[in-house]
Each structure stands twice: as C-alpha cells, then as structure tokens.
C-alpha cells in the first residue's frame, strides 16, 4: 500500500490541514488534494466540494474529472461525495396494531417481494417451443368452425392449414400434429384408408414438408377417424376390439405416415404391445430416425367431447374403457410407462391434461423420457366458454394452465392454444 504525506493546504484565516494518503497507488507527483473542512467556510453541510488540480470539464454534470487515485483519496480524507438519502420507511395505514416483529428467521415472501426477483426465481418456464400445435384438416378448400372449440377449424389441407402454420411458426410454434377428417365414404370396418399413402394425411404431410421443411410433424396412429364403428381398432360381431389384428393396421399406418415424411409417429390407440411392433415395423422399412409418442397414460375421459365432434368420430356404439384407462387408476399408469419405455417410445403422453396433473408428475419421476401432456379440446373449450362469459380472464387462465403443465414435469404440451400462448410469450419478449 502506497504511503505519502499530503502538502499542507491553506484557505484564509481557517486551520491549515494535514493528512496521510494510504491508497492503493501512489499519488502522481504533480497532482495536489484540496480538503475543504466544513466548519471553516460557510456552506451547507454534506456540500463538499473535491476537484483535482488541472481538472477538466467533462461536459457531464455527475463527473468531475478525477482520476481513480484523487476519489480515492477524497475517501479516505473523508470527502465523501454525496448520494441519495436512506429512503423512508412506508407508512402503515391508520388503524395498525403495533405488535412485536415474529422471531421467524426464514421468511420466503423475502424472494416474491417484486417482479425481478420473483423472476430470477422462478423454476418453470414456458416457451413456444414447448408447445404442439394440433390441427384439424378435411378435404375441403374452405375453413369449417368446429362449434364447440370456438377459434378452431377444419382447415383446408392446401390452404388454411399452410396459412395457419406459417402464422404458428411466425410465433415460434414449429411443431404440430395432424387430426384428419375423412369422408365417410372411406371408412369401413378396419380402417384401411389409414394406410393409404395417397390419403389425407400422407398427402398433407408431403405438403407441408415441401414449404417448411424445418417443420416437426407429428401424426395420429389410431383406426377411430377412418372406421365406420368410430373405434381405435377393429370391432369383432360380438362388440371386443380386437388387439393384435388392429396392431397390425397400426404398423401400416405409421410406415405410410413415415414414407411421406413425419417425424413423430403417435399411437394413441392403447392397444397392448403396439410401441413395440410399430418400432419394428418402422425400422425394418428404414425409419429408424422417425419417433415414437406413444399416448402412454390416455384415460377415458369425458373431455374429449369437442374433439370427437371435429372429425365427427364419435363411436357408433358403446365406450372406448376396454382400451383406455380407468380415470380412478394412478399406478396403472406406472405399468403402461414401464411397457412403452421397454418398447422403443421415444416421449411418454399423458392425455388428458390439467385434471391428471398427478399422473404427468408420476410419469416424470419415474422416467428419464421426455413427457408430453395433451391439454385437450374439453379443457380448451371450458376455458374459451369462461372468457366469453366474463367469468374468467381467458388469457391469464390460458397461460397459467399452460405453466402448470409444465411445473407438473410435461417438457412438451398438445395445445389448441399453441398459436394464441406463442403470440403472448412473443409480446412478453417484446
């Protein structure tokens, strides 16, 4: 450390002044410090005034010219220069108790107590890239409203969906999954127009791959939009899907889904053993890069209403519970993870989505895949009907349903509201 005595400095009649500078550097030769003592000349306290010799006008009214070596020294003189005051303590309103501070050392409202650390906290994050886009398409040249998911369309397969993707992706939305609506004229008994690879959807994935070729397609592997009997699988005389018979369907479908250019294969249909078969049947045709979703934990739900009207798929008799899974169960939804992980899926699905916030958190803790969770049309619809009666903001609902999904353990969400969220989390970064 630097050690020097100061000259002696002299304003008119008040005492000359001495002192040591102790800084860091030592003091440049030529330079001299001017202390001005506050009760030797007639200025208002804490207006201390600290200059170098030779200073020079900086053209800034908050500097003055001294080099690091003088401010330290004014410092140590104790010319400290001033800075705002402590600001006050806000008042208490009228009418609170004075009580005794609680002996409480761990207060966590300490890391909400504003926005900015509110955000450096935070332990979830939601982005458009973890969001699925899906998206209806029928043969038609023109959009259809669906009437009970409002905002939602039957879009034209070479028109409105192009137009709704390149506005997806504009947001940072690029991944998205295919619901045809096949005329009913195609449909029969075990579904075949699933494997035709001049269909709907092969054709529409060939489309959109042209345009956009950086686009994620995901597809659904399942017989209900393509069967008369409106089930995932083939029905027998005496009403029993049948297994392994629609798991053979099922593998055509996805190689014809994967020769067109998908990226993600999903099987919803919950049929056993269908991962791995569509795995094998996928590899031996040279899809080894293509992916598997499987719809691990799909419950037979009652929110799947609004869907079912958009690719009018409703079963022609009957319920889909021989399949899909008992909404009371928890750990069976353990079982299918296991079956599907030993089978080759790449990506777990919970469906549906906020009501079974608890099975997606099951499957997060039990598997180091990465979990989607569908948010599907009944939860879509009650959340648009609740904004539309002013009983709920539609935007702020949207958005922390979205989040709770993904603080439950989902990396990756099947939302209608993938284009509205990707348009807020765009203006948030705005």
């Not at 609680?102 to 207060?107: D, E, G, K």
Request: neutral net charge; proline residues 7%.
């Amino acid at each position: 450390m630097a050690s020097m005595m100061l000259n002696s400095v002299n304003y008119g009649s008040s005492t000359t002044v001495k002192f040591e500078y102790m800084g860091l550097k030592p003091l440049k030769v030529n330079q001299s410090i001017f202390c001005v003592r506050p009760h030797s000349i007639k200025i208002a306290p804490r207006t201390l005034t600290v200059r170098a010799g030779e200073a020079r006008d900086s053209g800034s009214v908050n500097k003055t010219g001294m080099s690091d070596e003088d401010c330290e020294a004014a410092v140590v003189a104790g010319n400290v220069p001033d800075a705002p005051p402590v600001p006050p303590k806000p008042a208490a309103p009228a009418g609170t108790p004075a009580v005794a501070s609680l002996q409480i050392s761990r207060r966590p409202r300490r890391n909400r107590r504003s926005p900015a650390v509110r955000a450096a906290f935070q332990e979830t994050s939601l982005s458009p890239a973890n969001l699925v886009y899906p998206l209806f398409i029928h043969e038609g040249e023109e959009d259809t409203p669906i009437g009970a998911m409002p905002g939602c369309y039957r879009l034209g397969w070479r028109h409105g969906l192009v137009e709704e993707v390149s506005k997806a992706r504009d947001v940072g939305v690029n991944s998205i999954v295919l619901f045809p609506k096949v005329p009913d004229a195609l449909k029969n008994s075990t579904g075949d127009e699933a494997y035709n690879e001049n269909g709907l959807v092969p054709r529409t994935i060939r489309l959109l791959k042209d345009k956009f070729p950086d686009l994620i397609i995901y597809t659904d592997v399942a017989l209900d939009p393509y069967s008369s009997d409106g089930h995932d699988g083939i029905v027998r005389e005496d009403g029993v899907i049948m297994n392994d018979e629609t798991v053979h369907q099922l593998c055509k479908q996805a190689v014809a889904q994967a020769r067109a250019g998908a990226d993600v294969v999903s099987p919803s249909d919950m049929m056993d053993g269908r991962v791995g078969a569509i795995r094998a049947a996928l590899d031996a045709e040279g899809f080894q890069h293509v992916s598997i979703m499987s719809y691990t934990a799909k419950y037979a739900s009652s929110f799947y209403g609004p869907f079912r009207e958009a690719l009018d798929s409703n079963p022609r008799f009957g319920d889909k519970k021989t399949y899909q899974m008992n909404p009371a169960n928890y750990r069976e939804a353990l079982i299918e993870t296991h079956a599907d992980e030993a089978e080759g899926a790449d990506i777990l699905l919970v469906k549906p989505g906020l009501p079974y916030l608890d099975i997606i958190r099951l499957l997060r803790d039990n598997s180091s895949l990465p979990i989607a969770a569908y948010q599907v049309s009944g939860e879509y619809s009650m959340i648009k009907a609740g904004g539309v009666l002013k009983m709920i903001d539609e935007e702020k609902v949207m958005m922390e349903s979205l989040m709770c999904l993904r603080r439950a353990g989902a990396d990756i969400i099947l939302t209608y509201f993938a284009l509205q969220a990707g348009r807020c989390l765009s203006g948030e970064k705005r």
